[in-house]
């Protein structure tokens, strides 16, 4: 059973940093992942993905040239390095990842099997 789990939410000020570690378990495949946000009374939106090798990345236009996705293959493990944060990142984070191999809508949620409890990332003014 495929699981996901992520860490290092929390609060933190504007202009701050942190950074999510998604790790996977369960799966002996090295799929494409991605890390998706929801802020309260919005819809969830794409924020980065990155291919199962992890050669491609691929950001929001909001999170472009602040946020860094990376990935260790060896643990099954992906990065989300946010630096320069603003209020407006503040939404709970989740981790995504595939069961296929597809090199195309990385910003699509449906197209994503397994997904993360959530953690929650505050940025205070």
């Known amino acids: 059973q495929v699981q996901l789990a992520e860490s290092g939410g929390g609060l933190v000020q504007a202009g701050g940093s942190l950074r999510l570690a998604c790790a996977a378990s369960?799966?002996?495949?090295?799929?494409?992942m991605g890390w998706f946000r929801q802020a309260p009374g919005k819809e969830r939106e794409f924020v980065s993905a990155i291919s199962w090798s992890g050669v491609n990345t691929f950001y929001a236009d909001s999170v472009k040239g602040r946020f860094t996705i990376s990935r260790e293959k060896d643990i099954n493990t992906v990065y989300l390095q946010m630096t320069t944060l603003k209020p407006e990142d503040t939404a709970v984070y989740y981790c995504a990842m595939r069961d296929f191999y597809d090199g195309s809508n990385y910003d699509v949620g449906h197209r994503y099997r397994y997904w993360g409890q959530g953690t929650q990332v505050t940025v205070s003014p």
């Open positions: 369960g799966s002996s495949k090295t799929y494409a």
